[in-house]
């Protein structure tokens, strides 16, 4: 049984990992306005409806819930991290893997770099689980997703939410400071 096999089997039907950087010297640049959108719960600027779907604006309110039950501002969504955490949801379902790091070796950052997303302070969360609201829940109850989660220093995000063919989904949160 390979690595990623016995890692799926240690975690059962619910998985969930972590991971959070302080990076120095990332890249500078402001990141486009039209990549941070603020979003309010339920009600989405006309702007956004093409930007966010309904399984991330799921997964962006509770987070956000979560957020505001800690005194926390909300996250915005990010588009280019949205795309970023879609692309790799997808890809872990697709190559049977779940880890931060990809087959090829690449870690988030590595992976935000490549695309072009700016950062001083960046982290990712990572779940597999019957629903987006059992994810959150199991992201919540884990201390280092929580503390992603509820991390002061980020003020992005970006959602992927992506269902396997044997029905568990998988949502990746990527979060940046922007």
């Known amino acids: 049984m390979n690595s990623n096999k016995l ?21 500078a640049n402001a990141t486009p306005a039209d990549q941070a ?22 997964a962006l309110d509770l987070l956000n819930a ?22 790799y949801a997808q ?26 997303i700016p950062f001083n302070y960046a982290g990712e969360n990572l779940a597999f689980n019957a629903s987006i609201r059992d994810a959150q829940q199991a992201f919540m109850n884990s201390p280092s997703h929580k503390a992603n989660i509820l991390s002061p220093r980020y003020t992005q995000v970006g959602i992927g939410v992506k269902v396997s063919p044997n029905g568990r989904t998988y949502v990746v949160q990527e979060f940046s400071d922007g």
């Open 7 to 27: 890692l799926k089997a240690a975690c059962g039907f619910v998985c969930t990992c972590a991971l959070s950087l302080f990076a120095l010297g990332a890249t």
């Open 91 to 116: 890809d872990m379902i697709k190559r049977d893997f779940f880890s931060h790091t990809s087959p090829e070796g690449l870690s988030p950052f590595e992976r935000m770099r490549r695309n072009g």
């Open 66 to 87: 979560d957020r505001a039950a800690h005194g926390l501002p909300p996250l915005r969504f990010n588009v280019a991290l949205s795309r970023l955490a879609e692309s």
């Open 37 to 58: 959108l603020t979003l309010e719960p339920m009600r989405p600027p006309v702007s956004d409806a093409l930007a966010i779907n309904v399984q991330q604006r799921q």
